[in-house]
């Protein structure tokens, strides 16, 4: 049960991601106005922040988490790089950019940053 409450839904976040990230470039709504707004990079971001949260939340009752936390900002950034290179080389229609990938990090790291934050903000999904 611990299982499911905790580290689920930061394995389908996880694999969330990945499905959006896959997806072929002409699925994916196309609005203009939103561009001038870096939409896409906010969207990013925060894909990332949750991620972030989500899998710090998935551990945050270890003894080791003071250490973990560094390696969880450390493997949801990999992730988010490993996303891009997926996108430039693996999946059709889609184009890898280092701007997502800043993008990306930086919503890792407002998530390691904001985490305590949330959770005396929201005690009760911690």
Known sequence: MQFLKYKAPAIIWFLVILALCSMPGKSIPHISWLELLSFDKFVHASIF???????????????????????????????????EIMQSAFF???????????????????????????????????
Do not use: H
């Not at 989500?54 to 900002?73: H, N």
């Open 92 to 126: 059709s229609e889609r184009s890898g950019d280092v701007f997502d990938f800043i993008a990306n990090s930086f919503g890792c790291v407002c998530g390691l940053l904001l985490f305590s934050s949330i959770r005396k903000k929201f005690p009760v999904f911690f």
């Open 49 to 83: 922040f949750g991620l972030q949260i989500l899998t710090m939340r998935a551990f945050v009752f270890s003894s080791s988490f003071p250490k973990l936390k560094w390696l969880i900002l450390l493997f949801c950034v990999t992730y988010g790089g490993a996303l």
